[in-house]
């Protein structure tokens, strides 16, 4: 066994219903970061991510596609794992709730609650959400939807076992009390505490019959379990944990966790539910549930109902990874929800990563290169600035150690970004072009380039938990090995060999950044309109019956008189003899057609359609006509042996 601290942390496993946005993937970029900081602090650590795979959701989504249940969750699993491949997440393991071995332990998990008296069968009746997997009183609706995501809700009535909450009440109240720290940001403990906790809590549905995929009762297989009580149960299933009381060895070195990361949307579920089950199964609960904020859309939640998403992978495309992944983490508070749009990504991308960072970065080791060549860069003869440049990173790295312990990581950037603005104004200070142009300086000048190196050093170490590909780049430009939260130190490096190293961050014109994305939108948008049409095409029309075709009244009809219409070219004024009378009818076929070689044509009409009028001109009818989707030919359809007024069928 190690003898490091041990730190386990997990995200929400994602429901996957459809491919994630940025503000699903924020998550796991913000506990990838976590993780970092801890393992250059000198933890041992494990990250834990996953999919939530069963649910009603699931199946209705997967009919609707025309595929399984199964093939539906393999896709979006599989994209969710690409994308935080692409930003760099780096977990030691992703579950997902159809894994043999899960599914196997949430059923005996289930009999276990059920055999101890926990679990118990009634019969619910009561409002259900499907887009949330959640069930709802009457009292607890808005408007007659559901107060979380605001979509329709039904009202059931169905057999179900349900979970016994309120003796465990009292108990969870007590463990929050005694545990300040058990549900973070304050502001979250406090909502759980008054909006549910303080009163008597009705027992939870914990079983649905009205749909098949999910994992089966034991004793009621008719019966499959709630979606969250499966869900759940993964921080543990994803250690061994085993409840035939077999556990595997990562189970008993990590839990319980040190936090569950979540959205503050589904705080309830992780703070009572959760809690409550692991209470009655005799398991320790884990040390604290942290629920992060929303990345916004300007300033609205991400929906992809309403299409008002933006997707990591095109971020990345315009961005970078690191860009997206500092941007993320920078802009989402502590405890207030975050916003971004692609304009406020290139603003806050240029002015810290590529004016404050990336700038010092490439200037220092310009003017190493320009005044020392291959000569190594060690400490020289001090300055009078070197001192608050000293204290600007020594405060920045006491600030960050605690600020990431409390997981205030975009706090801890800001401190990391101040002590390197400070690197710049060092510059400024010293003005080492100056220096170099006086013989008797070159150890001065070498002393402001030593500074500027460790600078440089200290503020990627701090960094390198939001920007790993970056610092990855620096630290080997900078050719040192002296890269963990230990090394936090200045002055450390005895010499710098430096060797050059590309630029790391490129400065945007957001106008051509917008004009691009808008480019894209526009393509994408066209490219969805294309293949809807494409798809209407091949499926056709909806089905009619015979009656609904005996409602339309098609006669044969001849055309008698054709003329232009006198304000519009593209349309033809006919008066055409039905049989029982002559009709005047406007049809828009004078791209294709004279007035002159119609005059006498046959054609079907139809007979009982509403009169209009189309610029001016009544039009009592409608003639047959064939032709592609884009009109580039059209064709009469012309009867020659019928006489007008006979019927068509």
Not at 151 to 158: D, F, I, L, R, T
Not at 291 to 309: D, I, R, Y
Not at 385 to 413: C, I, R, S, T
Not at 572 to 584: A, D, M
């Amino acid at each position: 066994m190690s003898d490091k601290k041990t730190f386990y942390l997990t995200t929400a496993i994602a429901y996957t219903s459809s491919k994630p946005h940025i503000g699903n993937v924020y998550e796991a970029i913000l506990a990838d970061a976590i993780v970092r900081y801890k393992k250059k602090d000198g933890f041992d650590t494990w990250f834990q991510t996953g999919t939530d795979e069963h649910g009603q959701k699931i199946e209705q989504k997967a009919l609707s596609l025309g595929v399984t249940p199964k093939a539906h969750v393999d896709k979006v699993s599989k994209e969710l794992r690409d994308t935080y491949d692409l930003m760099n997440v780096k977990y030691d393991h992703f579950i997902r709730t159809t894994d043999d071995y899960h599914e196997k332990q949430v059923a005996l998990a289930f009999d276990k609650l059920l055999k101890k008296g926990d679990i118990y069968k009634g019969t619910y009746e009561g409002f259900y959400c499907v887009n949330c997997e959640s069930y709802f009183t009457e009292k607890d609706l808005v408007d007659g939807c559901c107060p979380d995501c605001g979509a329709k809700v039904s009202k059931n009535s169905e057999e179900c076992y349900f979970l016994k909450l309120e003796p465990y009440r009292e108990r969870l109240l007590n463990y929050i009390n005694d545990n300040p720290s058990f549900i973070e940001p304050e502001a979250r403990k406090n909502e759980m505490i008054n909006n549910f906790l303080k009163n008597p809590i009705p027992d939870l549905c914990v079983s649905r019959t009205s749909y098949k995929w999910g994992i089966p009762v034991i004793s009621d297989p008719k019966h499959v379990i709630y979606v969250w009580i499966d869900a759940l149960i993964n921080y543990i299933t994803g250690l061994g944990y085993d409840f035939s009381g077999n556990n595997g060895d990562l189970y008993k070195k990590f839990w319980p966790a040190d936090i569950h990361l979540i959205g503050k949307d589904i705080l309830r579920f992780h703070t009572i539910y959760w809690p409550i089950m692991l209470m009655a199964l005799d398991i320790p609960l884990p040390k604290q549930v942290f629920g992060h904020p929303w990345v916004l859309m300007n300033h609205q939640k991400m929906s992809k109902h309403t299409g008002n998403v933006i997707y990591a992978d095109e971020l990345v495309n315009v961005f970078g990874v690191d860009a997206v992944r500092y941007y993320v983490l920078h802009e989402i508070p502590f405890a207030q929800d975050g916003n971004i749009t692609y304009e406020l990504v290139c603003e806050r991308s240029n002015s810290d990563l590529a004016n404050t960072y990336g700038n010092l970065v490439s200037r220092t080791l310009a003017m190493v290169k320009k005044y020392f060549g291959d000569e190594p860069i060690t400490k020289g003869t001090p300055t009078e600035f070197d001192a608050p440049l000293k204290e600007a990173f020594l405060q920045a790295y006491g600030k960050y150690h605690n600020l990431m312990d409390q997981f205030k990581v975009a706090d801890a950037l800001e401190e990391a970004m101040k002590a390197l603005r400070s690197a710049n104004k060092y510059i400024d200070e010293t003005a080492p072009w100056i220096l170099a142009k006086d013989e008797s300086k070159k150890d001065t000048l070498k002393n402001v380039l030593y500074n500027l190196l460790e600078a440089i050093r200290l503020g990627t170490i701090i960094l390198e938990p939001a920007i790993p590909e970056t610092a990855a780049k620096v630290y080997k430009a900078l050719g040192t090995s002296k890269t963990e939260l230990k090394d936090l130190s200045f002055g450390l490096v005895d010499s710098y060999n430096i060797t050059p190293t590309e630029i790391l961050f490129k400065r945007l014109d957001v106008k051509e950044v917008m004009d691009e994305v808008v480019a894209k939108e526009e393509a994408k948008k066209k490219a969805l309109e294309e293949a809807k049409l494409a798809e209407e095409k091949a499926k056709g029309k909806e089905e009619i019956t015979i009656d609904d075709f005996e409602k339309i009244d098609l006669v044969v009809g001849q055309i008698v008189e054709a003329k232009k219409h006198p304000k519009a070219d593209k349309l033809l004024v006919f008066k055409i003899n039905i049989g029982t009378e002559v009709r005047q009818i406007v049809s828009g076929i004078a791209k294709f057609y004279t007035p002159e070689e119609l005059i006498g044509k046959k054609v079907i009409v139809v007979k009982n359609l509403k009169a209009i009028k189309l610029r001016g001109e009544e039009s009592h009818g409608m003639l047959l006509c064939g032709s592609d989707d884009i009109d580039s030919y059209l064709e009469l359809v012309n009867i020659d042996k019928c006489k007008p007024g006979d019927t068509v069928r």
